[in-house]
């Protein structure tokens, strides 16, 4: 088994370097290191926990146990542009569902948490984002549309592959 | 205009999430342009204010702008960047209003039956000035306690006006932080939860999108009562607006030090720091939450003990809803009796619900407790969507059940909603027509708390489990006789055996369901029949004879090559190959696609 946190590159290292810093700064909360972790490389990478829990020495099992408890955390590579639609209550009601279907077939996915081939997009199912008086609503990485139907939707990702509102 | 009766002009433009969505960012960049160029044009006396103002509830109707005009103020309604240049022309400069761009009777309607308190300000002040907060009167309220009041007195006002937590339980707030106040300890903390994780309920956010100041003001009269000098606010990842303006206004409250050491020249402290939560709706179980604040996994445990004796780090811990937190303040400044005043005998003050759904307005509406259910839907809500038929309202989210017609003349108060097997919960109020099916809804919620347990006990991980396959099997056709009572016997030892609020509640959707639709299951279970038409697996889709054009349209939208048919001629689903997905109902203009 690899245990050596040390192998990380030298420029990773200085940013974990830095979430550690704030860690020991702050309350010590292993869940603040691991959303800076992600917010850094965009997923929650061996490595970099490996790295922590000799650092901290904390069990890496007592990352893991809280990684794979909280729906925020990922362990494999996102695309770089996130399609979330809500299935929440009020956007159940209003169709959600098929919205969710429409992304789907339009990104050619089968199912939740897919990427595309070319890394641009992944789909992912949220509950509720709090715009539900806009219901049903789609977000594409943080931006919010609202009052979407089927057709809107189909549009809405077309526009997205051309380039429109979606990081290359 | 004349240069001399020029007044001081306000355009007041909506960014909650709901405004921006709609997109009122684009609307605030077009008034500035469109007045930046005019007014060198024509060399205009008079000062334009751009506002950014929080939620104002009705978001059916986004952008709203505001023009105040001295003490006159006109809202115009679903503005879009493109319509700036005109309401600048003819009303900011040329003194008349776009009359077909206002507000209508139904913005009116929307407002009479509300009571707002806290969404006063939320809608007219902007989130990211302190000043703007202080102008109305905040940061008063704590300016009071330190300079008139002991941490007792602090206490019986609460208590007296009556205020009960909104976070879902409504335990009285005053007794509360007297329970917390009299624990012994040198260090006690208080927690603000805006873990909001009721999917369909949004005043939470909204609170804090548009008043922020108000929850830290009610932290710090909360920290002073009880003996604290440290807060919390466990906010959700998913709302990134509402997280920057709460560090906004936390920094903006250091810088003032109104937060931090010696506040108002007293030796009272106070200090919050912002945690973020990971996506996990039991973290808004109290227990749960600490243990995610302290960086486990976020499972709760036993109660007793209660936080309020040993909470945060062990320590004696209030934890209160974002709701609760921003009541505070105006409590202390207009007094407990005044809010006492309003609402019922045992629930005081007002009430902010989320109504979302099939009413035609929707939005954040906030009312005084008491009022019945049918005046929020129909006098507020305006009705039902297409004049459909009323068929319930759920509220209270996973955790609380659905409500039917013969019912809606009920108060809305803790204790009539929990008597007709409901909750008020965090204020989630989604209104369901003929066209929702009541067993889907009741799935629906399964499948929500199902995904959400955290394991750590069996009624509820193994329960909710098998709760939701017999549902999944009743939408499926495949229900069988005695599933109901099954449904009803697993729900009450659910209820009665598991650790948290998340298990003991999970099995209320589906008994609330079959307490007043039992006849929706049956048709489900015994005819195979989905009355409400949302079971996909219960469906048939054919064409209608006499109606079908020959247009060709479904043929077209058939995924699975299931239509077929000449063009001008009679088609034909063939029911072998049909998946149900309803595309060809939808695209039909001839409403040629039947479905049974
Ligand atoms: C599963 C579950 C989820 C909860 N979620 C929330 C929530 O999102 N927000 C909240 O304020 N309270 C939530 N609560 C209630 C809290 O445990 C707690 O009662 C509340 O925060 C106390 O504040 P209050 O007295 O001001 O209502 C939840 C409870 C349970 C059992
Ligand atoms: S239910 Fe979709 S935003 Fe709330």
Redesign the pocket.
Known sequence: MKTEGETVAAETAAILEGILKRYRDDDGNIISILQDVQDVFGYIREDAVNWFSKKLDIPASRFFGVVTFYAQFHLRPRGKNIVSVCCGTACHVKGGSKIAEQVKKELHLNSEGETTNDKRFTFEVVRCVGACSIAPVVLVNSKVYGDMTVDSTSKLIKKLKEGAGAKK | MQKNNLKKVIVRVCIGTGGLAAGGKEVIDAFKKEISDRCIDIDLDFTCHYQKVGCRGFCARDVLVDVVDGDKSLTYQCIKPEMAARIVDEHLIGGKPVKEWLIDDTYYAFHAKQKKILLKDCGTIDPEDINAYIDVGGYSGIKKVLSEMNPEDVISEIKASGL????????P?GL?WEICRKTPGDTKYIIC??????PGAFM?RSIIEGNPHSVIEGMMIAGYAVGSDHGYVYIRAEYPFAVERLRLAISQAHERGYLGKNIFGSNFGFDIKVKLGAGA?????????IASIEGQRGM?RAKPPFPVHHGLWGKPTV???????SNIPYIIRNGAQWYASIGTEKSKGTKVFALTGKVKNTGLIEVPMGITLREIIYDIGGGIIGDREFKAVQTGG??GGCIPAEMLDIPVDYESLAQVGSIVG?GGMVVLDETDCMVNIARFFLEFTQA?SCGKCVPCRIGTKRLLEILDRITKGLGREGDIELLQKLSSDIKAASL???G??APNPVLSTIRYFREEYEAHIRDKKCPAKVCRDLLTYYIIEEFCKGCGACLRACPSGAITGEKKKLHKINPDICIKCGACFEVCKFKAVGRE
Do not use: H, M, W, Y
């Not at chain 2, 939860?193 to 009721?198: F, L, R, S, T, V």
């Not at chain 2, 709706?281 to 939450?289: D, I, M, P, S």
């Not at chain 2, 934890?319 to 937190?325: A, C, P, Q, S, Y």
């Open positions: 009960r937590g909104r976070g879902g339980a409504g335990f707030t509360k939860n805006a873990d909001e994780g009721d939470d709706f039991v973290c808004g179980e109290e227990t749960a939450l709760p934890i209160n809803n974002v709701e609760t937190l996973p955790s965090s959400e948290c609020g998340l003991q509640t």
